[in-house]
């Protein structure tokens, strides 16, 4: 009876498999991380509510505001023997290492260009802090005085205008020392100074 015995042989074989899979398949179910069952799915997803998204988007128009206000209170002037300075603090006026005047600062800027008389001849001058070598320092201060200058041209063509840097050479303030900081000194010498007769 060999043909028997094989095909017993082979149902056993077959037998033994379908136990064995019955078996891993018992062991992973068993062994499935205890937290599989809390994962969330797509259903325990809600969009979000209108109204909420509505109340996370920040309002810029009081931010655009506030700017412009910034820039007005970090000017001065200053009026001696027929001519006037005004003071724009250039932290303001520019991001860091930058020349490129913000929206709110042209705004501001092209507003003093209507305070100024007629046919006046304006000096634009630049400065910077002690920070940096004095090289940079001197371009970076030319650039910011162009800026300025082009704004007010812009705003009044008939002003004669002239723009200059200074660099780091004429403080208003300490700039510290190496042993001592000073940023509250090095934050007046940033300015750009518009000077006008009349």
Do not use: C, W
Request: aromatic fraction near 2%.
């Amino acid at each position: 009876m060999p043909h028997r015995s094989a095909n017993v042989r082979a149902h056993r074989l077959v037998s033994s498999g379908i136990v064995v899979a019955a078996a891993l398949a018992a062991g992973l179910l068993v062994s499935a991380p205890a937290g599989a069952a809390d994962m969330p799915t797509p259903n325990d997803f809600t969009n979000p509510d209108s109204s909420a998204l509505r109340d996370s988007v920040t309002d810029l128009a009081p931010n655009i505001a506030d700017l412009s206000e910034n820039i007005e209170e970090a000017e001065s002037t200053e009026s001696s023997g027929g001519e006037s300075v005004i003071t724009l603090a250039t932290d303001i006026l520019f991001d860091f290492d930058s020349a490129e005047l913000s929206d709110a600062a042209q705004e501001r800027i092209a507003e003093i260009a209507d305070g100024i008389p007629a046919d006046a001849e304006v000096t634009v001058a630049g400065h910077t802090d002690s920070k940096g070598g004095g090289a940079y320092n001197q371009d970076l201060s030319e650039q910011r005085a162009d800026a300025v200058a082009e704004v007010l041209a812009e705003s009044d063509g008939d002003l004669q205008i002239e723009s200059e840097g200074f660099g780091e050479s004429e403080p208003v303030a300490s700039n510290g020392t190496e042993a001592e900081d000073d940023p509250e000194g090095r934050a007046e010498n940033r300015r750009v100074e518009i000077r006008h007769d009349g």
